[in-house]
């Protein structure tokens, strides 16, 4: 049943209060990345993320907040409808505070310890996107560690036109803070989950109808230009993980190997930029 969120405003001056220990030390990548897959949770920080976590019927189990943004935020949570709806505790501390909490100077004022929804399969994922028209570009990222990586290349599908994204079992969690952030909270609203085992889920994307492209440093690789002049009606582009890019096994069982044309003596691209450029180069047009 759906509801109203209704805030439920508790101030706080004491960092070491029991309610904060969602938000305690969330400088340590290591811990979080842990613990937060396995607790259920994951941070979003500001309100700009958290209205789109919001929007996409994420639920809080709590909120965080400056005296500052709280009159924004007591209003965005007000308006908020979602499954399972009840009152959620706004913690307000000062800005010292926070930093003492969380170990680091708070954005614009404002955290909210989220419920992490559960994953659709790869079948769900693409079949359910495009309002259930089906998905026609899909991201795949392999192995890319680094989070600022992986949130700028959901911010770059979502402006781009790709319709959903698949990252493969040791890619750095979309859901982790500093990808939210990054993605500016653009990983909540393209469809997403982990496709396992890989590369063997390349067979499961040929199956639904997709040519998969890999992005890699090969002799037999075609030009993007020659992919963006006549792109298949459904295309996974495989991108690898900073430094060794994609695994051999990847790139022998995609359908086609692509590299972006380039020059001033660069070899290549990082992977957020180089995934940009692809998205943008295949985008669906209009009427296509």
Not at 119 to 133: D, Y
Request: aromatic share 4%; net charge negative.
């Amino acid at each position: 049943m759906s509801g109203v969120l209704t805030p439920e405003v508790i101030p706080l001056d004491d960092p070491h209060d029991p309610r904060l220990a969602d938000y305690v030390s969330l400088t340590d990548v290591a811990l979080r990345s842990r613990h937060e897959p396995e607790k259920g949770l994951y941070i979003a920080e500001s309100s700009t993320v958290l209205g789109r976590a919001l929007a996409a019927g994420h639920r809080p189990r709590s909120v965080l907040v400056s005296p500052r943004w709280l009159p924004d935020l007591r209003d965005l949570l007000a308006r908020a409808v979602v499954d399972g709806a009840a009152s959620v505790p706004v913690y307000v501390a000062d800005p010292a505070v926070l930093e003492a909490i969380t170990g680091f100077h708070v954005h614009r004022g404002a955290l909210a310890a989220m419920h992490r929804p559960p994953l659709a399969s790869v079948a769900q994922v693409l079949a359910g996107a495009r309002g259930g028209a089906g998905a026609r570009r899909v991201a795949v990222l392999e192995d890319v560690v680094d989070h600022t990586n992986v949130g700028a290349a959901f911010r770059s599908a979502a402006a781009l036109g790709v319709d959903a994204v698949l990252v493969t079992p040791r890619c750095a969690d979309p859901l982790y803070r500093r990808s939210v952030r990054v993605s500016m909270g653009t990983v909540f609203q393209v469809p997403w989950t982990r496709v396992d085992p890989w590369p063997e889920g390349i067979g499961a994307l040929r199956r639904a109808g997709f040519v998969t492209a890999a992005l890699a440093l090969a002799d037999d690789a075609v030009s993007l230009d020659v992919l963006e002049a006549d792109p298949p009606d459904r295309l996974a582009l495989v991108l690898g993980t900073e430094g060794d890019g994609l695994r051999p096994a990847t790139v022998a069982a995609a359908d086609l190997v692509v590299r972006i044309p380039m020059a001033g003596g660069v070899d290549s691209l990082n992977v957020a930029a180089a995934a940009a450029v692809a998205f943008w180069a295949t985008r669906v047009r209009s009427g296509g």
